[in-house]
Each structure stands twice: as structure tokens, then as C-alpha cells.
């Protein structure tokens, strides 16, 4: 079954009118006729991106495709309502605005939180970044070695290829291995994100002292 969102509008950098709708493909248990409601059960929602023309006639400009296509999962079978997209676009880079994104995942006691963006860059292909995991824990799996990570991130006046740079610094504690013994240890580090265009995705880099 598809899922409509209605449209939404925002302004892109260049101050122009744009419209966003969703569509969502969920999944139907054709036995009762209700929604599978299930962790492997994923739905995938397509992202359509229009202007208008001289004539006043919508124009598609942008749509994710396939493998681009937005995901949720781990019992979230929503859809991703426009409005809820307007409300998280900003200005990722000098030209160019972005829907960001943090995505919480939980499996048997283990949660991890994501950083993604998208840019609204108006190419053909909308594609979806994932930057890096911005949180993780282990703090209802029972474990007596509970560890967890948390990051705030920023995105910095640097650029390249057209996306600011990202800075995330991560706090608390975290879990490593000496040998096969592991150890919950405090964490703080600072970390920093570029777009790479050619790779189409972003690549940390090491920080100078």
C-alpha cells in the first residue's frame, strides 16, 4: 500500500519556492489486513522535489531512486511527513540547503543514533549521506559493563565540494577490547567530516595538533 503526503513548501538558498512529497510503500498483512508491524518490516518512502514554471505548471526537479530511497525501520512503520522534513531543512552548505537527519536504531538492548544528510541540490538523483553514528549504548541489554556514547555536532565555515564541513565531538564512555577482554574507558574526541563529491559520500579526516 502507498502513503501520500501532501506537499510542503520551503525557500532553497536561492530564495525560490520549492514543494516536497512523499510517497511510502508499507506493508500489508494480507491475512487480517493490517499494517505488519515488525523490526524487519521497513518502509521505504520515495522524495519528490518540484518548482513551479513561468506558467505557474509544477516541474519535478529532484527524486530519490531505488538504493536513495528513505528508510525506516525498527518497528517505525510511518512515513516521513513533509512537514516534518520542512521543519529540519537547513543550510548544509554556502548555495545549498539540506534535510538533516538523526536516526535512532534499536536491536536487543543496543541503541545507535546516526547522523544523515540530504541534499536538496536539485541534481536529477536526490542522495542520502550518511555522515557517522553519533551515539551508541548497551543500557537495557542487562549487561554489568554498560557503556554509552553520546555526540553533539556542528556544522563548520569550511567547505568542500559545495557541503560545510562537520564536526562531532563525543563524550562518555565506550566499550574496547584488550585481547578478548572488554573494558567500558571514558571517551573524548573531536572529529571532522568532509564531502568528498567524486566518492559521494563524507570521509573523516585527521586533525592537525
Known sequence: MIVFSPASAYQNAQNELRYLISTTEVSIDKNNELLNFCGVCATFTKIYLFKKNALGQFEL???????NSWMNADFNYLPY????IVKNIRKIGPRIKGYVEEQAYSRQGYSTSTLYIIPFDENPVMVKLEVAEIGN????????????????????????DGLYDIEIHYSGTQQIYVGDIAKIVPINETHVYQYNEKQQKYIRVKLHD
Request: net charge negative.
Open 81 to 84: 511527513p513533509t512537514e516534518n
Open 137 to 160: 549504548d548497551n543500557e537495557v541489554t542487562g549487561s554489568d559493563k554498560i557503556y554509552n556514547t553520546q555526540a553533539d555536532y556542528r556544522f563548520l565555515s569550511t567547505e568542500h
Open 61 to 67: 526537479v529532484s527524486q530519490s531512486q531505488d538504493e
